[in-house]
């Protein structure tokens, strides 16, 4: 099946720090999704994005298909942006199936103030 | 309204007990989700339910039963499970493979122990 990579598995960024977190993945992907897991345990949805660059606020996300990647990018970092990151894909194979979303292994970010 | 409900927050139960994890969304989506994910790991598909019929089974045991009595309700139904099944428990949903547009919305899980 399709393997998705995140990096780094751990980041420490202080208050008002830049960062960029990256997803790669194997196969042709239908979907690109990332998630911010809150220490609740909630997903919270940032981006679906299987091409091309969004922005939301303070984040942003750029996916380039052809290479098989995906950036998130977290600017002037608060505490509240502490949690696990984690991109999810699902592969055009197995779309009539169900979509069936594949997830990176997740980015744990501590944002000291 | 983009929220996915799930009930209860949190469970615990014993190997001999019955119990069912239930799931909610009225977004109209008619596929439906089910994930298991441990501690300091991605969560990992269990199920998937599209337009109320299940297509996706990840070799979960069948200790673990799924159900989808409708399009907005999914119930997880849990018979004489084992201590390595606590886990935090979620439910998804997306609007389905007729669609092109497949984001999944997540709801906020079961925490599961079972002793």
């Known amino acids: 099946g399709i393997q998705v990579e995140q990096s780094p598995p751990d980041l420490i960024l202080q208050e008002g720090a830049n960062s960029t977190l990256r997803c790669n993945f194997s196969d042709s992907v239908n979907n690109l999704q990332w998630f911010h897991q809150n220490p609740w345990g909630q997903l919270i949805n940032l981006f679906y994005i299987p091409s091309g660059t969004k922005q939301n606020g303070r984040l942003s996300a750029t996916t380039v298909a052809t290479e098989r990647y995906s950036l998130l990018y977290i600017s002037s970092s608060q505490t509240t942006d502490s949690g696990v990151y984690f991109c999810?894909?699902?592969?055009?194979?197995?779309?009539?199936?169900?979509?069936?979303?594949?997830f990176g292994g997740g980015t744990r970010v501590l944002v000291k103030p | 309204d983009t929220e996915v409900t799930q009930t209860p927050k949190h469970l615990v139960m014993g190997m001999t007990n019955k119990k069912s994890l239930k799931c909610e969304q009225h977004?109209?989506?008619?596929?439906m989700y089910w994930y298991k994910q441990k501690a300091k790991k991605p969560p990992e598909l269990m199920f998937v339910?599209?337009?109320?019929?299940?297509?996706i089974n990840e070799s979960v045991p069948s200790r673990f039963s799924p159900e989808c009595p409708n399009s907005s309700l999914l119930n997880l139904h849990l018979h004489a499970l084992q201590p390595e099944d606590s886990a935090l428990y979620l439910c998804a949903s997306s609007q389905g493979r007729q669609s092109s547009y497949n984001e999944q919305f997540f709801g906020p899980g079961t925490r599961l122990t079972v002793l």
């Open positions: 339910y599209s337009y109320e019929k299940l297509s």
């Open positions: 999810a894909v699902f592969s055009v194979m197995i779309k009539a199936a169900g979509n069936k979303l594949t």
């Open positions: 977004m109209g989506h008619r596929a």
